[in-house]
C-alpha cells in the first residue's frame, strides 16, 4: 500500500479503473483535472486476445485436462498468522476435491510467499490431480482461466479478468478488499 500511494503521489496523470478508485485519488489530494476513470485496462486487452487452445495448453503443462479444472493463486496477507492460516485452510479444503485438477501458480515475491510456495509444493507431491507452475507467463495463465471452472486465491486477476471470460471467483480474505466484486466472485474468510 506504501509504495502504491507513494507512486500515485510522485505522479501528475492518473488512470484509475474505475469511479471509486477515481475517488480515492483525488481524496488523496489529487488534482481532480488530472484523474480519468478508464476502466480496467487489463479487462480491455481481453476483447482481442490470442488465448492458447485446451490442447496446446495440456501440451505446454504436460498435463490432462479433468472433468473438473481449477486455477489456484495465493500471495501473502498482511501479516504471517492470516497467511498461514489461508493457506493452510484452503489446501485442507482442496484436498476434499475429487476428479478435479488444481492448477496452482507461485505467490508474487511479497513476504511470506516463501512460505505459500513450500506448502503448495509439498500438497502437490502427496496428490496425483495437482500441479505447480511457477510461473505461466500471462498468455497461458489467462488461457488457462478461460479454459477453467473456476479461479481460487486472492490474486487481483480473480477479481479483473475473471468476470470478463464468464467464469467464477472465490476471493479469500483481505487483500484485495476496497475492489469492487462482481456478481461472479465469492468473498470469503480464509476459514475451512
Known amino acids: 500500500e506504501s509504495l502504491r500511494h507513494s507512486i500515485t503521489k510522485m505522479s501528475d496523470i492518473h488512470f484509475a479503473a474505475n469511479n471509486k478508485f477515481k475517488k ?3 481524496r488523496m489530494g489529487e488534482n481532480p483535472n488530472n484523474v480519468y476513470n478508464v ?8 476483447n482481442n486476445f490470442n488465448f492458447v487452445n485446451k490442447k496446446n495448453l495440456e501440451k505446454i503443462l504436460n498435463v490432462n485436462f479433468l472433468e473438473k479444472n481449477l486455477l489456484i493463486t495465493v500471495h501473502p496477507e498482511k501479516s504471517l ?3 498461514k492460516k489461508l493457506i493452510n485452510n484452503l489446501l485442507y ?6 476428479n478435479t485438477l488444481l492448477i496452482f501458480t507461485s505467490s508474487n515475491p511479497d513476504a511470506y510467499s516463501n512460505l505459500i510456495n513450500q506448502k503448495i ?3 502437490v507431491k502427496g496428490s496425483k490431480n495437482s500441479i505447480y507452475i511457477s510461473n505461466l507467463g500471462y498468455k497461458n495463465y489467462i488461457s488457462c482461466m478461460k479454459i477453467c471452472d473456476g479461479v481460487i486465491g486472492n490474486s487481483s486477476s480473480g477479481i479483473t479478468e475473471t468476470p470478463k471470460l464468464k467464469v467464477g471467483s472465490i476471493n479469500i480474505g483481505q487483500r484485495q478488499e476496497g475492489r469492487p466484486l ?3 466472485i465469492i468473498q ?3 476459514d475451512k
Open 121 to 123: 509444493k509439498r500438497f
Open 81 to 83: 498468522d492470516i497467511t
Open 93 to 98: 479444503s482442496l484436498k476434499k476435491l475429487n
Open 24 to 26: 480515492r485519488i483525488i
Open 182 to 184: 462482481s456478481r461472479s
Open 39 to 46: 476502466g480496467a485496462l487489463t479487462v480491455e486487452n481481453l
Open 188 to 190: 470469503v474468510f480464509p
